[in-house]
């Protein structure tokens, strides 16, 4: 997939929904839950600040993220799944 995203947006695919709960049900596609995770796919050159310079983002590719349940926007690219957010949609980085 060759997708470069503008300014601070990132592009994430998101980890595939749970099949099974904690105590062993397994979910029908429609209760699945949105899955909040994902994987960090390509990352943008950086928000553009008043200054004329580029911020750093704080996020790079491969990391592993948490992002909004209804954040972003959803995109099929090569028949996959991915998420355009930008930088600040994102809530949190996995260690």
Request: aromatic residues 2%; hydrophobic residues 40%; glycine residues 12%.
């Amino acid at each position: 997939m060759k997708i470069n995203p503008l300014d601070d947006r990132v592009v994430v695919r998101p980890n595939a929904a749970e099949e099974v709960t904690s105590g062993g049900i397994v979910l029908p596609d429609a209760a699945r839950e949105k899955q909040q995770r994902g994987t960090v796919l390509a990352v943008g050159p950086g928000r553009l600040l008043d200054s004329g310079e580029r911020s750093t983002p704080s996020v790079a590719v491969g990391d592993q993220v948490l992002f909004g349940k209804y954040g972003g926007t959803d995109i099929e690219v090569d028949g996959e799944e991915v998420k355009i957010l930008r930088e600040s949609d994102i809530l949190a980085k996995l260690a």
